[in-house]
């Protein structure tokens, strides 16, 4: 089974980290694919640039042999969009190959907006994390998914290569990259929401509006 989780990773921090983890437990897999988005320069301007995302990233999951980077979204530029990427893995890992793309709540709700949308259950099982003080909206498409494509446990998900949808509510930290950038550009601290090295690193390259120093 390939389990991949998406987002800008913007910065990561431990509550991403502490939900893949999280996730590799409850589906009983060896590995979780980490795949941060392009962001288009445009949009990326106050934030890390890719490369730096992605060198963040690196240096968190370093000593967890359960989490790893897939770099395809950024290196593939221009803007990413989720039903690509699992084409692509589709075709690497063959039409048996369960493969699960994990999301929270807050990014699901959405859903109905993503390029190709309807594509995504044909191609994949998605686990649907539910966080904290984001519901799905009742009647939309993606609470309908969650309804109609339920699995009954997390081991349905080994017997298919797509097509089902799971609901987990595993315990998650409150952090939000949102939440680390706001802290930075008031000149706070964020040492605990996200690993030391990715503090080291956002002082060092004073990213989010860093000042020398405040971040370590
Ligand atoms: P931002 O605040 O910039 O929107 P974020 O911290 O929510 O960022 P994203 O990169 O947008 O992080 O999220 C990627 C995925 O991680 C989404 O599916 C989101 O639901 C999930 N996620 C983000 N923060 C947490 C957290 N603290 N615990 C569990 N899941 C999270």
């Not at 690196?58 to 039903?83: H, M």
Request: with cysteine.
């Amino acid at each position: 089974m390939h389990v991949i989780y998406g987002g800008t990773f913007d910065p990561i921090h431990h509550g991403h980290l502490r939900l893949a983890l999280e996730v590799s437990e409850a589906l009983s897999v060896a590995r979780i694919h980490l795949v941060p988005s392009h962001i288009p320069p445009h949009r990326g301007e106050t934030g890390a640039s890719a490369e730096q995302r992605l060198e963040l990233i690196r240096q968190a999951i370093a000593p967890e042999p359960a989490l790893v980077l897939d770099e395809q979204e950024v290196r593939r530029g221009g803007a990413s969009f989720t039903a690509d990427t699992l084409r692509h893995l589709r075709a690497e890992l063959g039409p048996d190959c369960p493969l699960v793309m994990v999301v929270g709540t807050d990014a699901f709700s959405s859903f109905h907006r993503w390029r190709e949308w309807e594509q995504i259950p044909e191609l994949a099982h998605i686990v649907v994390v539910q966080r904290p003080g984001s519901e799905l909206p009742m009647g939309s498409e993606a609470a309908r998914i969650l309804e109609e494509r339920r699995a009954g446990c997390p081991a349905d998900l080994h017997s298919r290569p797509a097509g089902f949808a799971l609901e987990l509510a595993p315990p998650l930290l409150d952090i939000s990259a949102t939440g680390i950038r706001q802290r930075i550009a008031a000149g706070r601290s964020v040492r605990y929401l996200t690993p030391d090295v990715v503090c080291q690193n956002i002082d060092a390259w004073k990213l989010y509006g860093a000042r020398s120093g405040q971040v370590r």
